[in-house]
């Protein structure tokens, strides 16, 4: 028995001692709440490298040297010169005086004329009139700088000036990593940055954010660019002043003084001088009231041109008290470019094309908008309604003249068509024809070639009496109030008068009559997404006229008229009811 005793006595001493340890370790008492917080370490100590003179003593309590001439210190990378100096033994700081400079890595370099060295935190403040710091890829100048050795950041808030070899910045505030050479800017930021010519763009924010290894500025809230080609807006986004392309978010915009152009997203390159625009893309002519939208933009700002597509783009023109309106699938803007005078402001639509303006609307494949001299070309099976008149032909064009529709030319295979009060149909045809507009209504139409008309006569608007249907080289209709009042035949005319109770099916169509009223664009239609605000502007209500009990004023009595004199008798303006009618003349 006690040999068991021995052995076991020789186990225990056997095992190791950490195992013993940590089985009677006490754990540490809690800290108590409100306790002081202990000392933070202290950094390497600031060492005395050269002085011309070295001065020691105690200034109320603290131990100080004071150093004068060619002052220099080091700690671990980091070196501090001066002309004299305070160095504050036990808190592990400097404080230097005229021709302070600070140097760290042999690559960050600042300057000064009072300068403040905290040794433990590795802190360092800058004062003076001119205050510099430089490393291998800027320079930037103020008059206070306080920066972090450790984390190798500066920062400013008296204002800055920044300069690389192609751009300058300036800011009330700034921040600075020289680790990942990144500058933040605040307040009055306005950068200058030139291009391979030495052209400037100049650049204006409240805050921004620049990479001095990559050259790219970002940017958040409210930013303009000016270039020589033109200004650049947005509230979000980067510009790299290298490769000069801007890259914009929140309400972009391209202003230039003929136009202006924006979106929601842009890219624009100012060395290509093009763009691309994203979401509610919206071109604006300044000169003459023209505004494109759509939902995706190119731009050429060379060639003067602005492609806008998706979603049903829209064109607005607005001249005097109508608005025309115009959607297609693809919109082409081609603006006059200084130097160019042959190049005129030209808009191209395609395809399916609609039309709305007033009580005129139209529609083709393709369209071609000559704004200079203001005409619209429509090409490919091309249909203009104005109010109960319908025009078709292989290709028209109309003619604008001081805001207002005045002339429209119809080329082959023209037909006009127009729908009376019984819902039955007037119809002209020729080969070709040109219809003229008086203050928006229809007031002439000359058909010029193998003419052909049938109309419908009325008493009262009410009542059909009977049908006319001619035949002539050429023919001239006149309107009133948009309706048919005189016919005239030239050259060679034949007629025929029907009365009702002889009229067939058959004999109320001329060949090739279509009437199109399912294909008319409505305004919804036309406007589409892009200007839905137009459609809600409802008209004001007319204000109640007041009740007055005073006396109605006496209205003088006109003179009767002298009679005229007698002249030759003029046809009536009902349509006629004979086949040769008294009310058509004939040439």
């Known amino acids: 028995m006690p040999q068991l005793r ?40 600031v060492q005395l490298l050269h002085a011309d003179e070295l001065r020691g003593g105690d200034f109320n309590g603290v131990k100080i040297r004071k150093l004068l001439g060619a002052v220099s210190f080091k700690q671990e990378d980091t070196f501090l010169y ?25 690559t960050l370099t600042i300057t000064g004329d009072h300068g403040y060295y905290d040794g433990n935190r590795r802190t360092a403040r800058m004062t003076g009139n001119i205050v510099t710091m430089r490393d291998p890829r800027m320079t930037l100048t103020t008059t206070a700088l306080d920066y972090d050795l450790t984390r190798k950041t500066a920062y400013y808030t008296v204002g800055g000036h920044l300069v690389d070899p192609k751009n300058t910045l300036d800011s009330q505030q700034g921040f600075y990593d020289t680790n990942s050479k990144v500058f933040v800017f605040k307040r009055d930021v306005h950068l200058i940055s030139l291009d391979e010519t030495g052209a400037p763009t100049d650049l204006r924010n409240d805050t921004l954010t620049f990479n001095t290894i990559s050259k790219i500025a970002y940017f958040d809230g409210p930013t303009r660019i000016k270039g020589s080609q033109g200004d650049l807006y947005a509230e979000k986004g980067n510009y790299n002043t290298v490769t ?48 494109l939208r759509g939902d995706n933009g190119r731009y050429w700002r060379a060639l003067g041109r602005t492609k806008i597509f998706g979603a049903r783009p829209v064109v607005r023109n607005i001249s005097g008290r109508d608005t025309l309106y115009l959607a297609a699938d693809t919109l082409l803007s081609v603006e006059t470019r200084p130097g160019r005078a042959v190049q005129r402001p030209v808009l191209y639509a395609w395809p399916k094309v609609q039309i ?57 295979s023209a037909f006009a068509i127009q729908e009376d009060t019984l819902s039955d149909y007037n119809q002209v045809k020729g080969r070709n024809m040109i219809a003229y507009f008086s ?17 419908f006569s009325l008493d009262g608007d009410t009542v059909m009496s009977g049908m006319n249907k001619s035949v002539s080289a050429s023919m001239t209709l006149r309107f009133a109030n948009n309706k048919i009042k005189q016919l005239t035949w030239l050259t060679n005319p034949e007629a025929v008068y029907t009365p009702t109770h002889e009229l067939k099916d058959g004999d109320k169509q001329l060949k090739a009559f279509r009437w199109r009223p399912t294909e008319r664009p409505t305004r919804g239609v036309v406007f589409g997404k892009h200007f839905a605000s137009d459609l809600r502007h409802k008209a004001k209500p ?20 002298t009679p005229a004199k007698k002249a030759k008798p003029q046809p009536p303006a009902t349509l006629p009811k004979a086949p040769l009618p008294a009310a058509a003349t004939r040439r």
Not at 7 to 29: E, G, H, M, N, V
Not at 388 to 412: E, I, P
């Open 244 to 291: 000069r392309v801007a890259f914009f978010q929140r309400n972009a915009k391209i202003d230039t003084p003929g136009y202006l152009l924006g979106g929601d997203q842009l890219v624009y390159d100012q060395v290509k001088l093009y763009g691309v625009a994203k979401g509610h893309v919206s071109l604006t002519s300044k000169k003459d009231n023209v505004v």
């Open 356 to 412: 709305f303006r007033g009580k005129m609307q139209g529609r083709c494949d393709s369209l071609t908008y000559d704004r200079q001299d203001s005409i619209i070309y429509l090409n490919r099976d091309p249909v203009i309604w104005q109010a109960r008149n319908q025009l078709t032909a292989d290709s028209m064009n109309m003619r604008f003249k001081h805001g207002q529709l005045d002339r429209a030319n119809l080329f082959s």
């Open 439 to 455: 203050q928006g209504k229809m007031a002439r139409i000359d058909v010029l070639g193998n003419a052909e008309s049938l109309y």
């Open 542 to 561: 007319k204000a109640k006229a007041k009740t007055s009990k005073t006396k109605a004023k006496a209205v003088p009595r006109k003179r009767a008229p």
């Open 82 to 106: 001066c002309d004299s100096a305070y160095q504050y033994l036990e808190r592990n700081e400097v404080e230097g005086f005229s021709n302070v400079r600070i140097v760290q890595n042999d």
């Open 6 to 45: 021995f052995l076991l006595f020789l186990l225990l001493l056997a095992l190791p001692s950490s195992l013993l340890l940590a089985q009677t370790r006490p754990t540490p008492p809690p800290v108590a709440k409100g306790a002081p917080a202990p000392p933070a370490p202290k950094g390497a100590p």
